[in-house]
């Protein structure tokens, strides 16, 4: 639950203020503004944190309005009985875009974070037994195809080719533009058209790879940003190249700790962090926002906000009464969202040694499960789990001689399953430790020392995710690029967005590099570039 009064956390500064109306040069006294600008951004996501790094680097003071009372968004955490379970993402890849945040003034995200690398990325294991680990060792991935998909080498070269082609279009050149116009999408049609972006990730593997578990292995990873493998742009086979190159790394002590040096940063070089306080108004005056409303009665007045809450929240509920935002809202609804997770937290007595990192157990079914979830919006009785074990790399993250995890299934969003997920929850709860049970830790039930889970439901009332999508807009052609939400309002000129519902989407670099495009735009309107 939220508390409606501004909380102070460990080393993060709010301005407790809450009942007057400040201007925000005032409410960031320790702000050095070089151009005399002020802008706020309201959610302390990954995409709200680079965001407000970048304009604070630049000059401009800024101010973070976070809701929950700690920053990280999907990347939140709880601590219980020793245990630290980090909320959401756990696979950090491309370090250089984190980096560039610190670069930016001078300093390094090494004196913040620690970033270790994982190995291998991936276990993947099959309802038969079978595993594949996956990594960016030529050699290895090599004897892992020889094992499993014998006769695919030439393929999976061929489509290293087309990965590492798409990667350079998609990410290098257009991962941090922002789509304003449609002239932008006619410039990029030229090279969707040479990598066939109109097909789906899956499809394109499979014309390069015969295996049934060697497709399943190089298109999954659409799912880490909320795509389905069958319907997701090809463009997203990219993050194969963006792992091969880049790595998979772990922030020692959690994602958490990324997120804790994030806002170091930010504060070290001047920004001002106001947590436990949700923005309830931006208040807006025809085509310009003014400043933000808070629950708490705070109010402050900015030339620039930008928002990384959950887009329909931001039009809906904060934009509400102007036209503007209730137009953008309509047309929101009739969009796709991308699907729930339910996330099963546990820690247990004894180590893991055999258990990696990270590991996706598949189901039986993968095209058919697919569709229940995307499709159907039902409950299957079978799932894959990915399971989070970073106790393996990292055992400050519980007591010693115990072990922490989690094990994560999508789900269909509130829109096409609308269970009550207080009744469902524990049902399901224990059907997935039964399953991680059954498949690498018998006596599981006897070994727990704490556990709870994080349903749709808890994304809706914690996040303002709409439908408790766990990754905003489905990351479709027809909803990627122009076709998703612009980094600039269209009408609001001094209206912004940052985040996975903007371009390029989901996942921790989609949405750094959500922050770049959308600070481009905004230091430039504000005469800081
Ligand atoms: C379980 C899970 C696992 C994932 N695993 C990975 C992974 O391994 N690797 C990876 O790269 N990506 C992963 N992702 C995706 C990635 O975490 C997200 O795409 C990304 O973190 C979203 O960042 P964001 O900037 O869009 O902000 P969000 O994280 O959505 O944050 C938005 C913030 O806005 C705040 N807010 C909302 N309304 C208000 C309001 N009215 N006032 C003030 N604040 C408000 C929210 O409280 C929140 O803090 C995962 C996601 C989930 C859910």
């Keep these: 639950m939220l508390s409606c009064e501004p909380i102070l956390l460990e080393g993060f500064s709010v301005n407790s203020d809450s009942t007057q109306s400040v201007s925000a040069k005032s409410a960031n006294p320790r702000n050095t503004a070089v151009v005399g600008k002020s802008a706020a951004v309201i959610g302390a996501g990954f995409g709200g944190l680079a965001l407000a790094i970048r304009l604070q ?15 990280g968004g999907r990347g939140y955490f709880w601590e219980k009985d020793g245990f630290t379970f980090d909320a959401g993402p756990t696979v950090i890849t491309d370090p250089p875009c984190l980096e560039e945040l ?21 276990r993947l294991h099959w309802a038969d037994g079978t595993h594949f680990d996956y990594s960016n060792d030529a050699k290895g991935m090599a004897s892992e195809i020889a094992r499993v998909a014998p006769g695919d080498h030439e393929g999976y070269a061929r489509f290293l080719d087309y990965s590492a082609g798409v990667y350079e279009q998609g990410y290098v050149k257009l991962g941090a533009k922002p789509f304003l116009n449609f002239s932008t999408m006619i410039k990029a049609a030229p090279a969707l058209a040479k990598y066939q972006a109109w097909r789906s990730v899956y499809s394109m593997v499979s014309s390069f790879i015969k295996s049934e578990k060697l497709r ?14 069958m319907t997701t742009s090809a463009i997203y086979a990219l993050i194969h190249k963006l792992e091969k190159d880049g790595g998979v790394w772990w922030a020692k002590g959690g994602t958490n700790r990324l997120i804790a040096g994030m806002v170091r940063h930010f504060e070290r070089i001047g920004g001002t962090v106001r947590l436990g306080d949700p923005v309830t108004r931006i208040a807006s005056l025809g085509d310009r926002v003014t400043g933000l409303e808070c629950k708490s009665g705070w109010k402050a007045s ?19 009464d102007n036209a503007r935002g209730k137009r953008q809202a309509k047309a929101l609804a009739k969009k796709r969202f991308s699907p729930g997770l ?20 598949f189901g039986p079914r993968y095209k058919g499960l697919l569709d229940d979830i995307y499709e159907h919006g039902v409950l299957p009785e079978d799932f894959s789990i990915y399971m989070h074990h970073p106790t393996v790399s990292d055992p400050s993250m519980a007591p010693e001689g115990m072990s922490t995890f989690y094990a994560l299934v999508p789900v269909a969003h509130l829109g096409k399953l609308p269970v009550d997920w207080a009744e469902i929850g524990p049902v399901l709860e224990k059907r997935i430790l039964d399953e991680v049970g059954r498949r690498l830790i018998p006596d ?24 408790g999508s766990a990754f905003s807009l489905e990351p479709i052609l027809t909803q990627s690029a122009w076709f998703r939400a612009h980094n600039r309002d269209d009408v609001i000129g001094n209206l ?34």
């Design 342 to 361: 339910f996330v099963v937290h546990f820690g247990l007595k004894g180590t893991w040694p055999g258990i990696p990192h990270h590991m996706i157990l």
């Design 216 to 229: 399943e292995a190089l298109s999954f990873h659409t799912l880490l940003v909320g795509g389905n493998p």
């Design 496 to 529: 912004y967005f940052v985040g996975a519902g903007t371009h390029p989407g989901a996942g921790i670099p989609g949405v750094v590099g959500s922050a770049k495009a959308t600070a481009g735009l905004m230091l430039e309107d504000l005469g800081a570039k």
């Design 57 to 71: 680097s630049a000059g401009i003071a800024t101010t973070l309005v976070e809701g929950r009372d700690k920053p």
């Design 444 to 467: 599981i039930h006897s070994r727990i020392v704490t556990k709870f889970h994080y349903a749709p439901s808890d994304f809706a009332a914690d996040l303002n995710a709409h439908l």
């Design 302 to 320: 900015f030339d620039a906000v930008a928002t990384n809450a959950d887009l329909m929240h931001s039009y809906r509920d904060l934009l509400g």
């Design 102 to 122: 610190w670069a930016l003034s001078g300093h390094k995200l090494s004196d913040d974070v620690e970033l270790m690398p994982v190995m291998p990325f991936y």
